[in-house]
């Protein structure tokens, strides 16, 4: 926890840490407006620099967004909780289901931005693809989520393997990518997360309409047939203030 010289926290801390206990007993509810800075200012006797800190905490968290002209307010979009393991079992995809299935309840996801071509992969999934130089089928997505964009999706996929499939057309069909390949006679059989965050570029920032100051997180995911040939590399971009990552798995 950072301090000042005195070793105490910061008082730009102190207000955010009162504000978000507000947020999180219900008191301040989804889509209630914040104090500003001059009602900041006054209750805690800072100046207005503090103030503002405080209120930047808050909307990094992603626990707020700021409205134009208007005031900051507490965010009404609920996290998804994204389930990184049963997503991913073939008894989910081989089923004819998404794997979004297992996260979304009775929530609202739609794609509506779906891109499919043949192209260069990107350096990383051209090294893990293991075709560098090589052409590679590209599906870039968007998923909208109650509404709200939530997640840049880009899978890489060999193109002597997909070539003439389902895989190069915009719709998939039920099961999607994985259910697919395992028609083609390479169905994943393993799977590979790396999970990194950072700030988000200006082109994902718009994409995904992020309020400033909200970073993103980043998976790179690699699915393995048999005799570990990768047969696809897929690239996600997500809005970090959107989702609870959750990884359940026996000792």
């Known amino acids: 926890m950072a301090t000042d010289a005195t070793g105490r926290?910061?008082?730009?801390?102190?207000?955010?840490?009162?504000?978000?206990?507000?947020?999180?007993?219900g008191a301040l509810e989804p889509g209630a407006r914040l104090p500003g800075e001059n009602d900041l200012m006054s209750q805690y006797g800072v100046a207005r620099m503090?103030?503002?800190?405080?209120?930047?905490?808050?909307?990094?968290?992603?626990?707020?967004e700021?409205?134009?002209?208007?005031?900051?307010?507490?965010?009404?979009?609920?996290?998804?909780r994204r389930r990184g393991i049963p997503r991913l079992v073939r008894d989910q995809w081989g089923s004819g289901r998404s794997v979004w299935d297992t996260d979304l309840g009775d929530r609202d996801l739609v794609v509506d931005q779906v891109e499919v071509g043949e192209g260069a992969a990107s350096e990383n999934a051209a090294r893990v693809l293991g075709l560098e130089g090589a052409r590679v089928w590209i599906r870039n997505?968007?998923?909208?989520?109650?509404g709200k964009p939530v997640l840049l999706s880009t899978s890489y996929l060999p193109a002597s393997l997909v070539e003439g499939s389902a895989i190069t057309e915009p719709?998939?069909?039920p099961g999607g990518i994985y259910a697919r390949l395992a028609e083609l006679g390479h169905g994943p059989v393993h799977f590979?997360?790396?999970?990194?965050?950072?700030?988000?570029l200006p082109e994902e920032?718009?994409?995904l309409r992020l309020p400033a100051g909200t970073p993103v997180?980043?998976?790179?995911?690699?699915a393995f047939a048999e005799e570990g040939r990768v047969v696809e590399v897929n690239e996600m971009v997500l809005d970090a203030a959107a989702y609870v990552l959750e990884y359940d798995f026996d000792a």
Do not use: H, N
């Open 9 to 25: 926290e910061p008082k730009y801390q102190r207000i955010a840490k009162a504000l978000k206990a507000e947020i999180q007993s």
């Open 205 to 207: 920032a718009a994409k």
């Open 192 to 200: 590979r997360e790396e999970v990194r965050s950072r700030m988000p």
């Open 66 to 80: 700021a409205r134009k002209g208007v005031g900051v307010f507490v965010r009404a979009f609920q996290p998804l």
């Open 50 to 64: 503090t103030a503002r800190q405080a209120l930047g905490v808050l909307q990094s968290e992603g626990l707020t």
């Open 217 to 222: 997180m980043l998976i790179c995911r690699t």
């Open 171 to 173: 719709d998939t069909g």
């Open 141 to 146: 997505r968007r998923f909208v989520l109650d």
